[in-house]
């Protein structure tokens, strides 16, 4: 059985960093690209980033561009989230989802399977 867990969000003042993880378990990632989306209240999922669980490139969208980075740790079969510079329009629930697809898409529909979302609140 697929599982994603996400970890590491929290409350933080604007400027501030956080470093959310997910956690993959239930069968071989290696082939997947794996994405984090965020979920405001009132609006839809929106895409952060992706990047190949092999290795390779990346993707960003233009809000977070230079501010927050996604990695990997094969050795631990996790994703991280590494995130900066924070602002209080950064305040969603955090999630990771996991796509067969080749590309690194943008749009929720092409993710296979998503963890339960982890919150990230950030005070001005």
């Known amino acids: 059985q697929v599982q994603l867990v996400e970890s590491g969000g929290g409350l933080v003042q604007a400027g501030g960093s956080l470093r959310l993880s997910c956690a993959a378990s239930g069968r071989t990632f290696s082939n997947y690209v794996m994405g984090w989306f965020r979920q405001a209240p009132g609006k839809e999922r929106e895409f952060v980033a992706a990047s190949r669980w092999s290795g390779g490139s990346t993707r960003y969208a233009d809000s977070v561009k230079g501010r927050f980075t996604i990695s990997r740790d094969n050795a631990k079969n996790t994703v991280a989230l590494q995130m900066n510079s924070l602002k209080p329009d950064d305040t969603a629930v955090y999630y990771c989802?996991?796509?067969?697809?080749?590309?690194?898409?943008?749009?929720?529909?092409?993710?296979?399977?998503w963890g339960q979302g982890t919150q990230v609140t950030v005070s001005s």
């Open positions: 989802g996991a796509s067969r697809d080749a590309l690194l898409l943008v749009t929720p529909s092409r993710y296979d399977y």
